[in-house]
């Protein structure tokens, strides 16, 4: 092979070039950038879209939101925009770091390594950002 590019790579390389024929402002396309557009709800909409609002005695938004992290990990690569979301959210519900990268290792042992220590690394990155928000 003469091209050194992974599949990844080229891939993006041709999401870039497809973007910039679209709308030349488009030229860097990120997908991390494209989340942005999507802003996180308050954690009083999350409990009342997901938490108490279905069942007074059921999971609250924080639980619901841990046990959506799990299934999207088990989904792997094919996951990555509603994993930082779902960890974007889950921050605002109140969840701590050790909850959710806990929610991810206990997924290792169904989804495999790979998709654990890929979830892992978005959450990383979710978290970083929210740091470097916060100072």
């Known amino acids: ?27 860097s396309f ?20 997901f938490g108490k609002g279905l069942s007074k005695d059921g999971l609250d938004a924080k639980t619901r939101l841990l046990l959506t992290l799990a299934g999207l990990t088990m989904q792997g690569a094919q996951s990555d925009t509603q994993v930082r979301m779902t960890v974007r959210h889950l921050i605002e519900a109140g969840a701590t770091r050790e909850e959710i990268a806990e929610t991810i290792a206990q997924m290792g042992m169904f989804a495999g390594i790979p998709a654990m220590t890929r979830a892992m690394e978005m959450a990383q990155d979710v978290l970083a950002d929210y740091e470097d928000d916060k100072s």
């Open 1 to 27: 092979m003469s091209d050194p590019k992974t599949p990844f790579e080229l891939m993006m390389q041709q999401a870039q070039e497809m973007a910039k024929s679209f709308n030349p402002a488009l030229e």
């Open 30 to 49: 990120s997908p991390k950038g494209f989340e942005k557009l999507w802003p996180t709800m308050p954690k009083d909409m999350m409990e009342m879209f």
